[in-house]
């Protein structure tokens, strides 16, 4: 267990000194489970993820369609605005980005916001340029595994920090929903779950926006 509390310490150090750890946050070497309720059934005939909103047509994949979309992986660290810190974690999954680049997703020119809808009316905002940044993932996998049912399964959003890449914005780790069912492109910003309860709403993990 000591030498183990050693090799944590010592990878925490590396990190720090590479200005990767951002402030108040701490490694962890496990993957803690947060969220608010129970974890869904999953019952992928039943499934499906709607877009609509700010689009010019409302769009809807049952789970066969969703997992036929063009695939993109992802490695990034992600921190938890509990104060952990996970590194090079590695993703698979959609990008909302490569969805509208292809015409998958057709904007209209209103659209600045999204609204992540989830399971039991569970809401998580952001603005359009984080989700169609580089560093943001509509997510089926975990480390080459498809997510656990209580980190999201069958799909989550993610959104984290690709080092080197200090110019994206690095919202904390909530900011992408678990067990996600819609994407609503909005005009107007429109606060979700956590941050009607107090959170912040821009939740940027180098200036530890941690509650508004």
């Given at each position: 267990?000591?030498?183990s509390y050693l090799q944590r310490r010592e990878e925490e150090k590396r990190v720090r000194e590479a200005g990767r750890l951002p402030p108040g946050q701490s490694l962890t070497q496990k993957f803690p489970v947060l969220h608010y309720g129970p974890v869904p059934r999953f019952d992928p005939a039943a499934w499906d993820l709607r877009v609509w909103g700010e689009v010019v047509k409302d769009v809807r994949w049952t789970w066969d369609e969703f997992n036929r979309l063009p695939r993109t992986r992802l490695k990034m660290d992600v921190h938890c605005v509990t104060r952990w810190s996970k590194f090079d974690t590695e993703w698979e999954g959609v990008s909302v980005r490569t969805l509208i680049d292809q015409g998958l997703i057709e904007l209209r020119p209103a659209?600045?916001?999204?609204?992540?809808?989830?399971?039991?009316?569970?809401?998580?905002?952001?603005?359009?340029?984080?989700v169609l940044a580089d560093n943001f993932l509509?997510?089926?996998?975990?480390?080459?595994?498809?997510?656990?049912?209580?980190?999201g399964y069958p799909l989550r959003g993610v959104v984290g920090y690709i080092p080197g890449r200090d110019e994206l914005s690095t919202p904390y780790f909530w900011k992408?929903?678990?067990w996600l069912r819609g994407l609503e492109f909005m005009a107007q910003d429109r606060?979700?779950?956590w941050e009607q309860a107090g959170y912040h709403n821009e939740a940027d993990a180098w200036k530890?926006?941690?509650?508004?």
């Open positions: 267990m000591f030498k659209a600045k916001y999204v609204l992540q809808h989830a399971e039991y009316g569970f809401t998580v905002n952001l603005p359009l340029e984080v509509l997510a089926t996998h975990y480390n080459g595994e498809p997510i656990t049912p209580d980190h992408g929903a678990k606060m979700g779950f530890e926006q941690r509650f508004g």
